[in-house]
């Protein structure tokens, strides 16, 4: 596969596979210390974000969102994989001028500079989870029909991140407090439906769901579980509904496509689009056909 954008690099951070009932979630309030570089990374970008939503015609969103704090993985008793994961909460904007901005040229002490090098030192190419960063946590869902197609999607051309890339079904992060389990941590199965539902128009209240592997994009600092989303409903099914049923988030995508779910057939489409962010594809076709 060519393209003048290569895809991104992500860090695979844990495998399972896990069921949703594998997953045990939890929440911690954000810090209240707010170190000085990331105050005046605020102050330097949020003005384009404010302008930007005032041209948006009411797509630009700054609402509360989860991000993962710190994780772990063990076995129980039965041998079965479980993962624990810990959240905090901020807002989209903070996520946009911080964590999304590592990179980003910043104005700091009479100097140009990068949060990414601030933080995290001139040499360091990635970045961990970090008190002084939210990140934004969510999923990247895989869909596959009842008669075995995959549902891939070219994102529209016009949002903040990733503009233009084809991927996976939905990509969506988990909301603060919609999303909420009874603990105060994310309830994943939620997540997804919601998910599904705003950008597909699929009202899926217990799906399929196999979470893959936790994912990390180490260029936004943002955190995800890959997800494989079985369903019920055929291609034509989902054609139908789309056509009655138009998604909350449907301008999010420029186009939808429907392609056999078997690696030959997934590889010939990847191979004649580009660019691509492919890494729930890919972890999903390893956790399918090995």
Not at 77 to 85: E, F, Q
Not at 183 to 210: F, H, N, Q, W, Y
Request: include cysteine; charge should be negative; glycine fraction near 6%.
């Amino acid at each position: 596969m060519t393209s003048q954008y290569p895809d991104p690099s992500y860090i695979i951070l844990a495998r399972g596979p896990w069921r949703p009932a594998d997953v045990i979630t939890s929440y911690l309030p954000p810090s209240k210390s707010t170190p000085e570089i990331i105050a005046a990374a605020k102050r330097q970008r949020e003005p384009a974000l404010i302008a930007a939503a005032q041209r948006s015609s009411g797509h630009f969103f700054n609402g509360h969102v989860y991000g993962l704090q710190k994780f772990s993985k063990y076995k129980d008793d039965a041998g079965r994989s479980r993962l624990l994961l810990d959240f905090t909460s901020s807002n989209y904007f903070d996520m946009l001028c911080i964590d999304n901005a590592l990179d980003d040229s910043l104005e700091w002490r009479g100097r140009i500079t990068t949060l990414r090098q601030e933080l995290f030192g001139p040499h360091r190419q990635h970045v961990a989870l970090s008190p002084h960063l939210v990140n934004c946590f969510g999923f990247g869902g895989l869909i596959v029909t009842s008669d075995n197609f995959a549902i891939l999607t070219r994102r529209a051309s016009n949002l903040a991140v990733y503009s233009g890339h084809y991927t996976s079904s939905v990509a969506e992060g988990a909301a603060f407090p919609e999303d909420s389990a009874n603990g105060g941590g994310v309830d994943l199965l939620r997540m997804v439906s919601r998910g599904m539902k705003e950008e597909l128009a699929l009202d899926i209240r217990d799906p399929d769901v196999t979470f893959i592997s936790l994912g990390m994009d180490p260029k936004n600092c943002s955190c995800f579980l890959v997800t494989l989303i079985n369903v019920s409903l055929t291609k034509r099914e989902i054609q139908d509904q789309l056509r009655r049923n138009a998604p909350a988030d449907g301008w999010e995508r420029e186009e939808l496509y429907f392609v056999s779910w078997d690696p030959e057939s997934i590889t010939d489409f990847m191979n004649n689009h580009t660019p691509w962010v492919s890494v729930t594809i890919l972890e999903a076709l390893r956790h399918s056909f090995g």
